[in-house]
């Protein structure tokens, strides 16, 4: 798509290659993706670039910043073009991110040298979950293998218990402390290792880990360690909303929890939030209301959903354009 002459040079917007995007960013260089920091940022998972530029809009209104996320290797390339669309698209009206969720430090190190301003590292890769299931003797075994440093560490929590609040206080006791440091100790030397490398890049970048579901004594540690290795982390992302986590994170400083959501709500008390497919199950719902008969089955997931319906998506969003924005404006609202 031709969008016209701008300083003696053609500009393409279609179609979204990696040469049209450098060519766009060349041209308008407003259009650079930007480090979201630790306010209020919001992660967007969608499964065209086409639903991102209303919703981009919308978190502009509200003084948030719209994060186009991409998982995994496979949606390397296609997470900055999003971004990139939705920004364009939506009249580059605020900052926007571009935010990558990956599974190896290697991956993160690629997307950031593609432009990404957030990196994002799946923990549980790197997590020794079965420590917690090991028996008393396998457990003392371990004890008293541990390293100097791993016991110096052991030392600092170990029989401690910290009240943040009256409603919030972490206990360790001693083997909960040995479990969590055989758990986690992994994850905190490859986090240290690999925020050295990110940051040798000499590109701006904010770092974020996703947990999943963790204890307020894990978030406590994880936090605390990190910091200790002077590790500049801007995220920590839960499975879900814990007001403990919350208030833990508000109390350390320095970074923002991140739940998933489907509205904004959570923002509002604090925390960044991630939103699956906004757009897509925005105009689903409108097509459910005009034509529900339009899907004789459900695919297991959104993003299948949309493979499957590609081009009949594509076009009844253009159809039913006015109709989506109302949608998506009444649900975010």
């Not at 006791?173 to 969590?180: F, G, N």
């Not at 590109?203 to 307020?216: E, I, R, Y």
Request: aromatic share 12%.
């Amino acid at each position: 798509m031709l969008l016209g002459e701008l300083a003696g040079r053609r500009l393409f917007a279609f179609p979204l290659t990696t040469e049209n995007c450098v060519h766009l960013r060349e041209a308008l260089p407003e259009l650079a993706p930007e480090v979201p920091g630790r306010g209020g940022a919001v992660f967007l998972l969608e499964a065209s670039p086409s639903f991102l530029p209303e919703m981009f809009r919308i978190l502009w209104k509200k003084d948030l910043v719209p994060c186009a996320l991409a998982c995994g290797e496979d949606a390397l390339g296609k997470g900055m073009l999003s971004g990139l669309w939705g920004a364009f698209a939506g009249g580059k009206e605020g900052p926007f991110g571009v935010a990558f969720l990956g599974g190896t430090m290697d991956l993160l190190a690629r997307a950031l040298k593609l432009g990404y301003t957030v990196v994002l590292l799946e923990a549980q890769n790197f997590v020794r979950s079965e420590v917690f299931f090991w028996d008393d003797k396998r457990l003392a075994d371990a004890f008293f293998s541990l390293a100097s440093r791993e016991k110096a560490t052991w030392k600092r929590y170990a029989g401690r218990s910290i009240r943040f609040s009256k409603d919030l206080v972490l206990t360790f006791s001693e083997e909960l402390c040995l479990r969590m440091l055989l758990a986690y100790f992994p994850l905190l030397d490859v986090l240290e290792e690999g925020f050295a490398n990110l940051r040798a890049y000499q590109m701006p970048f904010a770092l974020g880990v996703s947990l999943g579901k963790v204890s307020k004594e894990t978030h406590f540690f994880l936090a605390e360690e990190l910091h200790r290795r002077g590790v500049d982390f801007a995220f920590f992302l839960f499975a879900e909303e814990a007001k403990d986590h919350l208030l833990l994170a508000q109390a350390i400083q320095g970074y923002r929890p991140g739940v998933p959501a489907k509205d904004l709500a959570p923002a509002r008390e604090g925390y960044s939030v991630t939103l699956e497919y906004p757009g897509l199950s925005a105009l689903c719902e409108v097509l459910a209301t005009v034509d529900p008969h339009l899907f004789h089955s459900a695919p297991d997931t959104p993003l299948s959903l949309y493979e499957e319906h590609r081009e009949t998506l594509e076009m009844r969003l253009f159809q039913l354009f006015e109709d989506f924005v109302q949608k998506l404006e009444e649900r975010f609202a």
